[in-house]
């Protein structure tokens, strides 16, 4: 059964600082892997898309890697700003279409 | 449209009673998902739709949970005699297709948030 674990369950930096949230899977048999943030009462917005034959993707000052023979994938946000404060999710899809999320990291950055 | 849409935002029930949760996917979108969110938990798919076709529909947390999708569009999750332990949020979610294509990329809605009485 495919697990997905996110470490730390929460974060909290000083605004500028460069961090790396992580998350962990059970089995690799998974179609890609997708980041997400939610803001507190409100839906999910999805950050960036991994599909399983790539190594990483980026956008802006984000950086998602994945390892798929390992589990693993890393978010690199780099110059934090109060403005990511989020939890954020990893998602992985299945090769049966379900998905498994990860509970979550909740980020607060600081001014 | 130019989101995936939810109706109603909100949903305050007795228990026993039936509801019905709306989802308007984007538009062209011939996959759509439903999560549940509790609270203080992580998020639990539900069901997948491809076409109007649910392959797979053991994630439905009991019997009292069914959801139908028409004309490859909108979708309609129905809770049958709502217990206290159905109070969520329930999200939707659509992407372009399903399964292993690259455009399989996930746009979730802004979710329904229920509580049961």
């Known amino acids: 059964k495919q697990e997905v674990t996110q470490i730390p369950a929460a974060l909290s930096v000083p605004e500028g600082e460069n961090l790396v949230l992580n998350c962990s899977f059970t089995?690799?048999?998974?179609?890609?892997l997708q980041w997400f943030r939610q803001d507190p009462g409100k839906g999910l917005t999805s950050l960036l898309l991994?599909?399983?034959?790539?190594r990483e993707q980026t956008s802006g000052r984000l950086n998602a890697s994945l390892d798929k023979s390992s589990g693993r994938s890393t978010l690199y946000i780099a110059a934090s700003q109060p403005g990511d404060s989020a939890t954020y999710l990893c998602?992985?899809?299945?090769?049966?279409?379900?998905?498994?999320f990860g509970a979550g990291t909740r980020l607060t950055v600081k001014p | 449209g130019a989101g995936v849409s939810q109706s109603p935002s909100n949903k305050v029930t007795e228990k026993g009673k039936d509801v019905e949760l709306r989802c308007d996917p984007i538009?062209?979108?011939?996959?759509l998902y439903w999560y549940r969110q509790s609270l203080g938990q992580g998020l639990e798919f539900l069901i997948y739709?491809?076409?109007?076709?649910?392959?797979?529909k053991s994630g439905l947390p009991s019997d009292r949970f069914s959801a139908e999708r028409t004309g490859g569009s909108v979708s309609t999750l129905t809770i049958q005699r709502t217990q206290q332990e159905d109070s969520a949020v329930y999200l939707c979610?659509?992407?372009?297709?399903?399964?292993?294509?690259?455009?399989?990329?996930?746009?979730f809605g802004p979710g329904t948030r229920l509580t049961v009485l």
């Open positions: 979610a659509s992407s372009l297709v399903g399964g292993g294509s690259v455009n399989n990329e996930q746009f």
């Open positions: 089995d690799s048999a998974i179609y890609n």
């Open positions: 991994i599909q399983s034959s790539q």
């Open positions: 998602a992985v899809r299945l090769n049966n279409n379900d998905m498994r």
């Open positions: 538009s062209g979108h011939t996959a």
């Open positions: 739709f491809q076409g109007n076709s649910a392959p797979d």
